[in-house]
């Protein structure tokens, strides 16, 4: 198993500019999440999801959007990226049958906004 | 509101000593769960114990433990026989409120970096 898989590892933008970040998942859990990482900060999350078609915001949802089309994919959207969003992105995704229900993390993209 | 304070930046110790990292946690809610993950330099974050409210007992998984005091709100990781391996950021993070359809927040703390020295 792959775990949870994370596409572009690294990426810079232009201020203005769009992107997609891919977040997949070979476990078949049903809960993803998408959080961001700053310098002298936890992780906070940014959308979550429960299940395919589902989508929810998180507490720092401003300028992400999202989308689960398909169980195994959690795609986080900038449309217009600034300065304020270069950060480290991780997925995570969750199963509601383990011992512990913990998450699972991917490896992380980062995001460089100028 | 759920928080989680990591009141130690860094730490530095040698090695093959225990370590204690510090996690104060604060939540309303009766029932929580309270994990610590490990970040290496390379970026991942790596699950290592789990501490629910209503556990009797204290975590242990390998040569890490949880020190679980329910009453002063505080969930330490102790760190025995540390190794240069050990040498990583780490996070402590509870597990609280439901929020829709069995989905659970993870409200992490700032973090603590160790380093191990030879």
């Known amino acids: 198993n792959a775990g949870v898989t994370q596409t572009p590892k690294f990426r810079v933008l232009k201020t203005g500019q769009s992107m997609t970040l891919l977040c997949a998942q070979d476990m078949n859990h049903e809960y993803m999440y998408w959080y961001r990482q700053d310098p002298g900060m936890g992780l906070r999350l940014i959308h979550y999801?429960?299940?395919?078609?589902?989508?929810a915001k998180g507490e720092v949802p401003d300028g992400y959007n999202v989308s689960r089309l398909k169980k195994q994919n959690f795609l986080l959207g900038l449309e217009s990226a600034a300065p304020s969003q270069t950060s480290v992105y991780f997925c995570?995704?969750?199963?509601?049958?383990?011992?512990?229900?913990?998450?699972?993390f991917g490896p992380g993209t980062r995001l460089t906004v100028l | 509101a759920q928080k989680i304070t990591q009141t130690q930046p860094g730490m530095f110790v040698q090695e093959k000593e225990a370590v204690t990292l510090d996690c104060t946690y604060d939540t309303s809610d009766p029932s929580y769960g309270l994990f610590w993950y490990k970040q290496p330099s390379s970026g991942e974050m790596i699950f290592l114990i789990y501490q629910g409210s209503y556990d009797q007992q204290n975590a242990t998984e390998g040569r890490y433990s949880l020190n679980f005091q329910k009453a002063r709100k505080s969930a330490n990781l102790v760190i025995s026989a540390s190794q240069l391996g050990d040498s990583a950021m780490y996070f402590c993070a509870m597990r609280g409120i439901l929020i829709i359809q069995g989905a659970q927040k993870l409200v992490f703390g700032q973090g603590t970096r160790l380093t191990i020295n030879p």
């Open positions: 995570a995704s969750r199963s509601d049958r383990g011992i512990y229900n913990e998450q699972f």
């Open positions: 999801s429960v299940g395919e078609g589902t989508t």
